[in-house]
């Protein structure tokens, strides 16, 4: 994700990215696994970069190594909070 944010030249360091994931493991066929990962960004970027980063975060996933190795067999979900600071 710092990828992304980088490229539309926000700042990701130090301090500026933060992630809470959370996993839920089931065992649907009475074998354990991860179902599901949930999470959530919190986000400081410079005022007038909230559409840019709003957009980079639409689209990262596809471009995430981890998200493109798991799609299809954990469901993934994504969610943000945006803070904004002046330069």
């Known amino acids: 994700m710092s990828g992304a944010l980088e490229a539309r030249k926000i700042p ?14 089931e065992a649907p066929e009475g074998v354990l696994k991860i179902t599901k990962i949930s999470v959530k960004y919190f986000l400081k970027i410079p005022e007038g970069k909230t559409e840019a980063a709003e957009r980079a975060l639409a689209v990262f996933d596809r471009g995430c190594p981890v998200a493109q190795t798991l799609k ?13 600071y002046s330069e």
């Open 72 to 84: 299809g067999a954990v469901d993934i979900e994504h969610d943000w909070e945006i803070e904004t």
């Open 12 to 25: 990701t360091s130090p301090d500026k990215v933060r992630a809470d994931v959370q996993g839920t493991i």
